[in-house]
């Protein structure tokens, strides 16, 4: 991303490999939460909007999803319950469910979530959210969600 690593007055704090830039600690937390998927996705919205990038590398991963009080497994029920009710965001809740099954999640667990949200989102909002996760499932084998069915 070049330009972008090399932020001026970047932020820096500790790692556990010392002294890293907010940019650099949200690498580490995307790749935790998203393997290379988000890397990909980050490396080709920063063709277009090299800035935009490095602010969603910044600010939810580097700053959010690096705050120690939840483990990622909370932060993803969140994130798939929040977009899953926004019912306007499916290529996001798509990425968010894969990384609810990149960092733990079963299949089962995602589908309560989702099945949750028609209480409170109602049920075509719910019924949006099954279709991605039935989208995400199909492309994800038994060997990335735990076993789940």
Do not use: C
């Amino acid at each position: 991303m070049g330009g972008a690593e090399q932020a001026e007055g970047a932020e820096q704090a500790e790692g556990p490999e010392g002294t890293e830039t907010r940019y650099q600690r949200g690498l580490r937390m995307l790749s935790r939460v998203d393997g290379t998927a988000g890397e990909q996705v980050v490396a080709k919205l920063a063709e277009f909007a090299p800035d935009f990038a490095r602010l969603l590398v910044e600010f939810p991963f580097g700053d959010v999803y690096a705050r120690p009080q939840l483990g990622l497994r909370e932060r993803e029920i969140a994130t798939i319950a929040a977009l899953t009710a926004m019912g306007t965001a499916r290529p996001q809740l798509e990425v968010h469910i894969a990384a609810g099954l990149h960092v733990g999640l079963t299949r089962e667990e995602i589908m309560e979530v989702i099945m949750q949200m028609a209480v409170y989102a109602g049920f075509p909002a719910a019924l949006n959210g099954i279709a991605a996760a039935r989208e995400v499932f199909g492309r994800h084998g038994a060997a990335r969600d735990g076993g789940g069915a």
